[in-house]
């Protein structure tokens, strides 16, 4: 079993920045992706960054590209959000693939494992 726990949550202004952080522990014998999602009050869970295991691949939404940074060290991996947007609020998941995909890794049915959730909440 694979654990995942996110940090690095908050409460900041609009055009404000803050580093998500998502530490993996647990039975890590298969990995490949490590994505982040959000999911807003009201909508769908969606797809917001994610990064292969290797870090050699990294793929984004279009909504952040530009703004967002994911990157990885050993087993936590980092999201890092500049010129936050109030369209940015929502609670941030961060989740594990153990299973290898051609392509990207957009979609949620990818992932086997899944963290809590840190709630981030940009202000106008």
């Known amino acids: 079993q694979v654990q995942l726990v996110e940090s690095g949550g908050g409460l900041v202004q609009t055009g404000g920045s803050l580093r998500l952080s998502c530490g993996a522990s647990?039975?890590?014998?298969?990995?490949?992706?490590v994505g982040w999602f959000r999911q807003a009050p009201g909508k769908e869970r969606e797809f917001v960054a994610a990064?292969?295991?290797?870090?050699?691949n990294t793929y984004y939404s279009d909504s952040v590209k530009g703004r967002f940074t994911i990157s990885s060290s050993k087993n936590t991996v980092y999201l890092q959000m500049n010129s936050l947007k109030p369209e940015d609020t929502a609670v941030y998941y961060c989740?594990?693939?153990?299973?290898?995909?051609?392509?990207?890794?957009?979609?949620?049915?990818?992932?086997?494992?899944w963290g809590q959730g840190t709630q981030v909440t940009v202000s106008s």
């Open positions: 989740a594990l693939s153990a299973t290898s995909y051609s392509g990207s890794y957009y979609y949620t049915w990818q992932y086997n494992y």
């Open positions: 647990g039975r890590m014998f298969s990995m490949y992706a």
């Open positions: 990064i292969s295991w290797s870090g050699g």
